[in-house]
């Protein structure tokens, strides 16, 4: 359906509940709380519109990252217009920029790996987010990428406790580098739209500009990445060099 069309349509409750994917019961408490306005009455029925429908979407999404109903009616009620820019940030944060999870037996994971079966080290994978048990011969790869990069170094010859112990400091790392340049980008760029009292005429081109962010972001994390790993590699092969040199007899 073109997006026009469904900004025109309505709904019932049931209808717009089954659209949010939520109960009915909870869209009138949501109702009664004054996150969504009330409908349009035609009778004893009541009809909500797109605007109902995109504020509910992102109740349930809000509800999903782990914010509280009250985080979350506070700054509904504090900037109620917002609702929908909000939603389109979140869509565009949501946009998988790698494989779909997927799913393989638990042999084929081990096989990808050039190892043995171990149900230990999958628990190890389980602990980490990056796979999902499904029953005793499958697993779901919830970041298929991670995993099959990590499975090749671990064919490369590193042992699977190594590159599992690797992801952690690796997580804890891009997290540090990803608060700070999304701090910057808050600060300079969404900031003084926020100011500006979220202004409809200028939220696509912030929009466009988030959406740009993230692959150059990669980018250059990766290319500074690939920098560094080489230095340590000189340096690592480096000190290799030296410490056998040293080892040798002085020539006569």
């Known amino acids: 359906m073109p997006e026009d069309a469904e900004r025109g349509e309505e709904y019932t409750v049931d209808e717009l509940a089954s659209r949010a994917q939520m109960t009915v019961r909870n869209v009138r408490a949501y109702a009664g709380r004054g ?43 504090n900037a109620p217009h917002a609702a929908g820019h909000t939603l389109d940030l979140i869509t565009i944060l949501d946009e998988p920029d790698s494989a779909e999870p997927e799913i393989m037996s638990r042999d084929a994971l081990a096989a990808l790996a050039g190892v043995h079966r171990d149900d230990t080290l ?34 490369l010859g590193l042992a699977p406790e190594t590159v599992i112990g690797l992801f952690p400091l690796l997580q804890t790392h891009l997290r540090t580098i990803a608060d700070a340049f999304v701090h910057e980008v808050v600060q300079e760029m969404l900031q003084p739209f926020i100011d500006a009292g979220l202004p409809d005429d200028e939220w696509p081109q912030v929009l466009n500009i988030v959406e740009s962010l993230l692959p150059i972001a990669s980018q250059v994390t990766l290319g500074i990445f690939r920098s560094e790993f080489r230095a340590a590699i000189d340096v690592e092969v480096g000190e290799q060099i030296t410490g056998i040199a040293a080892k040798q007899p002085p020539t006569k």
């Not at 035609?42 to 909500?48: C, F, K, L, P």
């Not at 190890?124 to 999902?132: A, C």
């Open 35 to 77: 996150l969504i306005e009330a409908p349009r009455l035609e009778g004893r029925t009541g009809y909500y519109n797109h605007e109902h429908l995109q504020r509910l979407q992102l109740i349930r999404q809000l509800i999903e990252r782990g914010f509280t109903l009250a985080a979350i009616e506070k700054a509904i009620l």
């Open 122 to 155: 999958i628990e190890s994978l389980v602990g980490l987010g990056l796979v999902e048990k499904l029953d005793p011969d499958r697993v779901r790869l919830i970041e298929p990428s991670v995993v099959r990069s990590g499975a090749a170094a671990v064919k």
